[in-house]
């Protein structure tokens, strides 16, 4: 039997779209999450991972940045691809290199619009309502060295109406994550 194509989310939060991407492959035998990373000790995300039964590390600024311990430990794991889910930092350059186009990051605004260093959750949907622009929507991309930059894989659109807040954005936001992100995962790997 072939090997399963190996995947790590990197998270800093609640973890809902690591849970779905979890579930959404569970079941599989060609595609697996083999391990959920998380850079926040007291981020959610590491309770949704015990409960669905998949191993979980945390790993500090230093984890990433001064070394390759975060390298090594996705090595050891035979990671094929890493999935970045709410997780906040840059993509230190050891990884970057080790996993050349295959890193997946998800963006909460129609990249270019809504990019970059501190555009992340609340304060993009805070920034697009603030502007008054009639849509937003999800970009999920490869990640390079720059915030928000790589190659576009997909985007989806939502509208955005004149009473909408960030709050009920993010959950229009949140909807159109659930129905893309496992799956255009599953395109892009699976075409690899």
């Excluded at 995947?7 to 959404?24: D, H, K, M, R």
């Excluded at 309770?47 to 500090?60: C, M, N, P, T, V």
């Excluded at 311990?69 to 840059?90: C, E, H, M, R």
Aim: glycine share 8%; with cysteine; proline share 4%.
């Amino acid at each position: 039997m072939s090997t399963p194509i190996r995947l790590a989310i990197l998270g800093s939060g609640n973890g809902t779209n690591a849970q779905q991407i979890t579930e959404y492959f569970a079941g599989r035998n060609d595609v697996e999450v083999s391990c959920i990373i998380y850079n926040r000790k007291d981020a959610f995300i590491a309770q949704r991972a015990q409960k669905l039964g998949i191993e979980s590390h945390y790993f500090g600024r230093a984890d990433f940045y001064d070394g390759p311990t975060v390298l090594n430990y996705l090595k050891q794991k035979q990671i094929d691809w890493v999935i970045l889910a709410g997780f906040l930092w840059l993509v230190p350059r050891d990884l970057l290199e080790a996993f050349p186009q295959h890193i997946i990051n998800i963006h909460p605004a129609l990249l270019p619009a809504y990019g970059g260093k501190g555009m992340y959750g609340h304060h993009v949907h805070e920034a697009v309502v603030k502007n008054h622009e009639r849509e937003s929507g999800i970009t999920i991309h490869i990640v390079d060295q720059h915030y928000d930059r790589g190659t576009t894989l997909f985007q989806a659109k939502c509208e955005v109406s004149d009473n909408d807040t960030a709050d009920t954005l993010a959950e229009k936001i949140h909807l159109l994550e659930k129905e893309y992100f496992p799956r255009v995962i599953d395109q892009t790997i699976s075409h690899h």
